[in-house]
């Protein structure tokens, strides 16, 4: 059955995920035998981390859309008697969440460096990477869930113990929010794969194409395990409600970490509802599409008003995350080609936008040791560049067209509106409200009059500036040329958006009006 | 090869411009960055002049060349291209655009002369050159709304260019949100007309069919997004503000270009305007008379020669919507063309003045410049009388047509129309004498009045020559010298309102709107230069505060707007996340195992999940054998 699936063609290079996987693990091991002091730690982290880039930009490249199935499978029972394989997968879907997780580690880990134990700091790093790109790639459902788990710890650590702030409570609130929410989930997880075995009459397997290509599972029983997933993922996206850890942990963690945990780490949250809600739930999928709709839209526009009230720069943006991933949760469950594109489009666009601006706050913070947006002003004058910068990456977050936020923003919106036209309209509200937080905080911060410390602020080194150059580059890139991205998440997306219409056509509440063939 | 083609040249010299001075900007300095700027926008006005030349050798039925550059948005059933249509209309509207922006580039040169952020000046104004070609040379909606938001933002960034001073930077935050409430109906627009067409090229949804109900509700979205860009009723309150901006900007974005968009919009449409419901051009008409006269009244009170001319051009696109809205598409473009020029230039005139006067905006103290500017006087004077009405001035021929157009479609709103005219003749006059004559209202000591450098001068009197002669691109005497409505015709559909009366009526028309200019200008001479009528009986103070409108818009965005706002946040704080503290709490209550937790349990599990993880993994690597 997997078979079928799997790209026709056969790649060069079999095993290149496990090797994606594994590099940054090799690369903790030896972090791990260096002195406690050595100059070299951050180096070597970068290395390990550029040299899984180097392997993720080949499998980018070398990918070929196909029929949207699952390339470079590798599939190796691990514990045969419970049908628990170690199998991991690409397809339009993943690659571009591998990217982007591909490229943010090493720019996070080359864009500051803690003042102590830095050891601990570049192994932690390295194992959360380790695990962002598992949860990526597997495709057994216990698999997923010991990648999602595995990303916890390092985040954990990296908050609590290299934080500012209150950076103990916020670690222990994000992990035991997450905690809750996995609970749920692996409950979830050994449930389907249960219900499946009883249903189908087949040996107990974990196997996540199996598992969706069969739909045996009766559907109330499935709504029921659609339910204990999406909380895992609902806290972890984090949708309106269950966000009150993500304004915390982003403000307290080091640099790196708010970059990480905004993003790839929200994007675990919503990679798994278009994985494991849409794909393994179709029928539950659509169920609560409008319950997840009004959820996307509740956090564009609470996330957007809250935001605008903070007085601190970098909750301002964790707060504007929150607007932002509702977007993409409005783009997934408008459950047709447009939205789902959108989605997964924003969900590589929001990382690029957030993490530049994480990136910026830190370098800001290192400056003036302060985050007060009132005790902030001027700064364009003493570091143009900074300012330059700063404002090029909140026009593309407020979605301007010709940089990137604006090709996601727009296609969530037009999938929405043929599906769902109301929440679409309600949602088109928060374009609005995104310019008013986010061009009030550049405007209090870079213009006016530069007064004191203010007046004497550096402009950015010539480090950082190489640093956030890749990010703008494709800040520009992917506003003008989506192309390469679109191209390639569109068999899969399509394959997915059948997948649905046959287990669950869309009924008439959600049917698209008539639609003519678009103009060649 | 159709030199039609070449278009793509066009948008890329600016563009090219942009690249350059983005990353050579500083090292050029002043006044080489200018230069190239200027440059850049010469090769692509030149560029103009090619493509029309080649439009013109193409039969009539012929004029019309999509040049698709690349896919930009290809994804399941939707696709929009990266390009160009070129037609009359287009090639109109960039004529316009780069000439005028041209000229402008060339009085900004030496206008921007010292300042610290010269050539940071002219990338912005390259970029919005760009930006503004895109938006009027777009083959779909979502092309033009790249260009839309392109101007937008580069409008934001000139108005606040001067960002040390907290009031501008104000000012450019307030443009680009207004404009935000406006957008959202350009998007909503989008998508609507993609459900109803499968496609969002112009061409595909003026030739498509659509439910009357469905155009309808396309275009009234297409009109709030015009209203915000274009400054009418009830999103003009960004433009005044917008005067905070350097001169050169808003006499080339907020009145001859950017805020043209809307219109040009709207009359891109026109062939789904006559298709959609009738009561569509009602609602056109009475935004845009409500807007001009509006707009007129507050020009009347106002006291800075910028605000005066910014309420002015929000009263002159009212006109322009008026025309759209009665079905005069031809003369809302005339409007546009002859506005850009006499507008373009009252503003230059005005920063000539402010220069010369040492940044003094109130013309309470000015007076008597004649004398000390005499190319200004002249140059303005021009420009008064073209936007007063006054033959053979270009401003009277694009309103007359204006007022034909209303009187064909509904005699009241001609009537109002006229008024509104009165009005432009009346606070332009006001304007014109206060400035330029009377007695001296400033000392010796705080302003040394003198002409400006040949630079800034030259623009003018260009400008002074299109404003005077443009009249003559569209003369009403027969179809054979109306060539701009011939020249139009094949964008404009068959629907382009012929005035369904004789040329008996037209001459009566001509001759009320020659009575309404003549009296306005006559009350301004008895007002302000014989003293006969105390200037109090017009400047009414509820026209200086704009009808309490812009305060009212304040006082709800800063009051139950913002507090709708910080009650979501304390919301926030306090229930969603006390929630979750309380139910953290519950435990502690128990026993006291939050403390635990917070003591190292937290850690302790962690870890553990960390090693049973990696063991995992070793059993795993030893099992595959790798």
Redesign the interface.
């Known amino acids: 059955m997997d078979v079928v699936l799997a790209a026709a063609s056969t790649p060069d290079f079999p095993a290149v995920l496990?090797a994606v996987v594994l590099t940054p693990?090799v690369g903790a091991v030896v972090l791990a035998v260096l002195p406690r002091r050595s100059s070299m730690l951050q180096p070597v982290a970068a290395l390990f981390m550029l040299a899984a880039a180097a392997l993720v930009a080949w499998v980018v490249v070398d990918y070929t859309a196909g029929a949207g199935g699952f390339a470079y499978l590798i599939d190796?029972s691990?514990v045969s008697r419970i049908g628990f394989s170690?199998k991991l997968g690409v397809d339009g879907i993943s690659l571009f969440m591998l990217a982007l997780t591909a490229l943010l580690f090493p720019l996070a880990t080359l864009a500051a460096s803690p003042s102590r134990d830095r050891k601990s700091y570049f192994v932690w790093l390295l194992?959360l990477e380790f695990g962002c790109l598992g949860v990526f790639l597997a495709l057994d459902l216990l698999l997923f869930f010991?990648f999602f788990?595995?990303v916890?710890?390092?985040m954990?650590?990296l908050i609590?113990q290299w934080g500012h702030g209150n950076a103990?409570?916020s670690?222990?609130?994000f992990?035991?929010f997450t905690m809750f929410g996995s609970a749920l989930m692996l409950v979830g997880v050994l449930a389907t794969a249960f219900l499946h075995s009883a249903a189908a009459g087949v040996p107990l397997t974990f196997d996540l194409v199996t598992i969706a290509e069969s739909q045996v599972i009766s559907a109330s029983a499935a709504r029921w395990a659609f339910l204990a997933f999406a909380l895992g993922f609902a806290v972890k996206v984090p949708l309106a409600?269950l966000?009150?850890w993500l304004p915390d942990a982003h403000t307290d963690a080091p640099t790196a970490g708010s970059v990480i945990l905004a993003g790839v780490l929200l994007k675990l949250g919503t990679y798994g509802f278009v994985r494991f809600g849409l794909y393994l739930f179709p029928e539950a999928s659509r169920f609560f599409a409008p319950l997840m709709l009004t959820f996307g839209v509740v956090g564009i526009v609470?996330g957007a008003?809250?935001a605008?009230?903070?007085r601190d720069l970098k909750r301002l943006i964790a707060y504007s995350s929150v607007a932002h991933l509702g977007f993409i949760v409005l783009g997934i469950f408008a459950l047709?080609?447009?939205g789902l594109?959108g989605g997964l489009l924003q969900m590589v666009n929001h990382g690029i936008t957030t993490g530049a601006l994480f990136l910026l706050v830190g370098w800001l913070y290192e400056r003036r040791h302060t985050r007060e947006i009132s005790e902030l002003g001027?700064l364009?004058?003493p570091a143009p560049i900074m300012a330059a910068v700063f404002l090029l990456v909140t026009?593309a977050s407020v979605g301007?067209?010709?940089l990137n936020g604006?090709?996601g923003e727009?296609?969530v919106?037009?999938g929405a509106?043929?599906s769902h036209r109301w929440w679409?309209?309600a949602a088109?509200?928060g374009?609005?409200l995104a310019?008013?937080y986010l061009?009030?905080a550049f405007?209090r911060v870079?213009?006016?009059?530069a007064t004191g410390e203010n007046a004497k602020l550096p402009d950015l080194s010539w480090r950082e500036r190489l640093v956030v150059a890749p990010l703008l580059a494709l800040i520009l890139f992917l506003g003008?040329?989506?192309?390469p991205v679109?191209?390639r998440?569109?068999p899969s997306?399509?394959h997915l958006v059948q997948h649905l219409e046959e287990h669950a056509p869309s009924g008439a509440d959600s049917a698209?009006?008539s639609?003519?063939?678009?103009?060649? | 090869m159709a030199l039609a083609e070449l278009i793509w040249v066009v948008p890329l010299a600016p563009l090219v411009g942009v690249a350059a001075l983005t990353l050579f900007g500083r090292r050029l300095g002043e006044p080489r960055s200018g230069q190239l700027a200027t440059a850049a926008v010469g090769i692509s006005f030149a560029a103009s002049l090619v493509v029309l030349g080649g439009l013109l050798s193409l039969d009539g039925h012929e004029r019309s060349v999509v040049v698709k550059l690349?896919?930009?948005?290809?994804?399941?059933?939707?696709?929009a291209d990266l390009g160009f249509l070129v037609d009359p209309l287009s090639v109109t509207m960039i004529l316009f655009i780069t000439g005028v922006s041209a000229l402008i580039h060339v009085y900004s040169i030496a206008y921007m002369h010292g300042d610290e952020n010269y050539p940071r000046f002219f990338l912005y104004l390259n970029l919005f050159v760009f930006s503004m070609l895109l938006l009027v040379l777009g083959d779909n909606l979502?092309v033009t709304?790249?260009g839309?938001?392109?101007v937008g933002?580069c409008s934001?960034l000139l108005i606040?260019f001067w960002?040390?001073?907290?009031a501008?930077?104000?000012a450019?935050?307030k443009a680009?949100?207004t404009n935000?409430?406006g957008?959202?109906g350009f998007?909503?627009a989008?998508?609507f007309a993609?459900?109803?067409?499968?496609?969002l090229?112009y061409?595909?949804i003026l030739e498509?069919h659509a439910a009357n109900s469905t155009a309808t509700a396309i275009l009234l979205c297409l009109m709030l997004g015009a209203a915000g860009k274009s400054a009418q009723f009830p999103l003009y309150v960004w433009l005044p503000d917008a005067m905070a901006g350097p001169t050169p900007v808003s006499a080339l974005i907020h009145a001859a270009t950017m805020v043209t968009s809307g219109v040009y919009l709207l009359v891109r449409f026109s062939p789904l305007l006559e298709e959609s419901s009738p009561w569509l051009g009602d609602v056109i008409t009475g935004v845009a008379l409500a807007t001009a006269a509006l707009a007129a009244t507050i020009a009347l009170a106002a006291s800075d020669i910028k605000k005066v001319l910014a309420y002015s051009t929000i009263s002159q696109l009212g006109f322009m919507f008026a025309a759209v809205g009665a079905g005069a598409y031809t003369a809302a473009i005339f409007h546009m063309v002859t506005h850009a020029f006499f507008k373009a230039l009252l503003f230059l005139a005005a920063g000539s003045v402010i220069h010369g006067m040492g940044g003094q905006q109130d013309i309470r103290r000015y007076g008597g410049l004649a004398r000390l500017m005499p190319v200004t006087t002249l140059t303005f004077g021009v420009g008064w009388l073209a936007i007063a009405g006054v033959p053979p001035f270009s401003g009277f021929w694009s309103k007359d047509e204006i007022l034909a157009g209303a009187w064909g479609y509904n005699k009241v709103i001609w009537a109002l129309l006229l008024l509104a005219a009165l009005l432009t003749a009346l606070y332009m006059s006001r304007l014109m004498f206060l400035t330029f004559f009377g007695e001296r209202r400033w000392n010796a000591d705080e302003a040394d009045p003198h002409e400006s450098p040949r630079l800034m001068t030259i623009p003018l009197i260009a400008l002074a020559a299109l404003a005077a002669t443009a009249g003559v691109l569209n003369l009403p005497f027969s179809h054979g010298v109306e060539f701009l409505g011939r020249w139009l015709e094949p964008s404009l559909g068959h629907h382009s309102a012929e005035p369904g009366f004789g040329g008996g009526t037209k001459w009566v028309l001509a001759a009320a709107a020659i009575v309404a200019a003549a009296a306005g200008l006559l009350a301004a001479w008895a007002i302000y230069l014989r003293g006969r009528v105390p200037p109090e009986k017009i400047e009414r103070r509820v026209f200086a505060r704009a009808w309490g409108y812009d305060d009212a818009v304040s006082n709800f965005v800063g009051g139950p707007g913002k507090g709708?706002?910080?009650a979501?946040?304390r919301f926030?704080a306090s229930v969603?996340?006390g929630a979750?503290k309380q139910v953290?709490a519950l435990p502690r209550r128990a026993g006291g195992l939050l403390r635990r937790?917070?003591n190292g349990l937290?850690?302790r599990y962690?870890?553990a999940?960390?090693a049973g993880?990696v063991a995992?993994?070793i059993y795993?690597l030893v099992?595959?054998g790798?």
């Open positions: 496990v693990l190796q691990w170690w194992i010991l788990e595995v916890l710890v390092p954990y650590f609590g103990r409570r670690a222990v609130k992990f035991l409600g966000h009150t609470y008003a809250v605008a009230m903070q047709n080609v447009e594109s001027g364009a004058r026009l301007l067209p010709g604006f090709v727009f296609l919106l037009l509106f043929s679409a309209v088109t509200v374009v609005i310019a008013v061009l009030w405007g870079f213009w006016g009059r003008i040329y989506p192309r679109l191209d998440m569109e997306v399509e698209r009006p639609v003519g063939q678009a103009s060649p | 690349f896919s930009w948005v290809p994804i399941g059933d939707f696709s979502l709304f790249l839309w938001e392109g933002a934001y606040s960002y040390g001073e907290e501008n930077a104000v450019g935050k680009f949100i935000r409430v957008d959202f998007l909503l989008m998508f993609f459900g109803a067409y499968g496609t090229s061409a595909g498509g709708l706002f910080s979501l946040a926030d969603v996340d979750v953290a937790v917070q937290v850690r962690a870890l999940l960390a993880a995992l993994m795993f099992r595959a790798l």
